[in-house]
């Protein structure tokens, strides 16, 4: 498999639940990102990480723990989540850093209810 | 500081006819600018992006767009829409150099009708 996969595709939770989302990146990166994309609104960086450490944070409530324990894995914990956060999670991967040469997954659309 | 507005969020062609998207930005700084596609479902993909050279930039699936400066645009064009260039498209900004955070526009929706 190459480029960045995201499980699962669709994601149903119910604001006491904990969940997570997974990426995955065949590209030999060393940068990953979490993105969240909602309607009507520019797409939000939210996490950065680097060499496995994060290095961004984009002002990101605390009910969104971004984990990262190698450079071809990140992973997205979610808990007691609020109907507003219902988007689609984008994550992508990057060489050094370079936010504008990413590659982007397919990402995981959630709904929150 | 930098933005980026795209006119137009909703944009109806027929197959065949001229695609144009528009994107107007703002940089007190040199920019680079992208414009990316993203398919139903699918993630977001690079479509083109213009840094230094050359002011009309081509990419892929036939688009093209080109930088001008004085009218702080950088709108993409296709002569020829085709059915599977239905998508949602996003235009970016960056500062030119080592800073690399991409500034978003909202995305334009293209229909293309048979």
């Known amino acids: 498999e190459t480029g960045v996969t995201q499980t699962p595709r669709h994601l149903v939770m119910g604001m006491t639940n904990k969940k997570s989302l997974k990426c995955e990146q065949h590209l030999g990166h060393n940068a990953m990102y979490w993105y969240k994309q909602s309607a009507k609104k520019p797409l939000e960086l939210m996490f950065v990480?680097?060499?496995?450490?994060?290095?961004e944070n984009n002002s990101v409530p605390s009910r969104f723990s971004p984990e990262c324990p190698n450079s071809s894995h990140l992973f997205l914990h979610l808990h007691t989540l609020q109907p507003e956060d219902s988007a689609l999670y984008l994550c992508a991967s990057s060489q050094d850093r370079r936010e504008t040469e990413a590659f982007f997954g397919q990402g995981t659309r959630l709904t929150v209810v | 500081a930098q933005s980026v507005t795209q006119l137009g969020s909703h944009v109806s062609v027929s197959e065949g006819a001229l695609v144009l998207l528009r994107c107007n930005y703002s940089s007190s700084v040199p920019p680079y600018l992208f414009w990316y596609v993203q398919y139903p479902n699918q993630g977001l993909q690079l479509l083109l992006k213009y840094t230094t050279g050359a002011t009309l930039v081509k990419g892929i699936n036939g688009f093209e767009a080109e930088f001008k400066k004085s009218e702080t645009s950088f709108h993409l064009t296709k002569p020829s829409a085709h059915m599977s260039d239905a998508a949602e498209y996003f235009c970016a900004v960056s500062r030119a150099g080592n800073n690399r955070k991409l500034i978003w526009g909202l995305g334009t929706s293209l229909a293309v009708n048979p």
């Open positions: 990480y680097s060499l496995e450490e994060r290095v």
